[in-house]
């Protein structure tokens, strides 16, 4: 599983802390696209995931060891600066959301900084 914080989340348990995330086919396909496109894979994620608030800096992930209840569905796509949503949902990727969300402390080997490991 994997999420975006923001750069005012310091610490890891901080970055790990949120209720939206996504699963590693989500991430190969936003990778995929990013590098079809020779575009910035931050930028292509916010616009697969319409991300619509924040600076989204910080990649973050691990392997789960605890089951959650979740709601996995579609993402849309947005344009301009206002950040409107815009076109269609997208098919090919989608967003979980955990009610109450995740923590550290339900990972297995996390992984922060994950935009400049070399494993994005």
């Known amino acids: 599983m994997f999420r975006f914080s923001n750069s ?3 610490t ?25 496109e020779n575009a910035d894979f931050a930028a292509t994620a916010r616009s697969f995931l319409g991300m619509l608030w924040g600076d989204k800096t910080n990649l973050v992930g691990g392997l789960l060891t605890a089951d ?3 709601l996995k569905g579609l993402t849309g796509a947005f344009g301009d600066q206002q950040q409107h949503m815009s076109g269609p949902p997208r098919t090919d990727v989608m ?16 992984r922060d900084n994950l935009l400049i490991s070399g494993i994005v």
């Open 8 to 10: 005012d989340k310091r």
């Open 95 to 110: 967003q979980i959301y955990v009610p109450g969300g995740l923590k550290l402390a339900y990972f297995s080997q996390p």
């Open 12 to 36: 890891l348990e901080e970055r790990f802390e949120g209720d939206w995330w996504f699963d590693w086919e989500c991430l190969a396909t936003i990778r995929a696209a990013s590098r079809i």
């Open 68 to 70: 959650f209840w979740c």
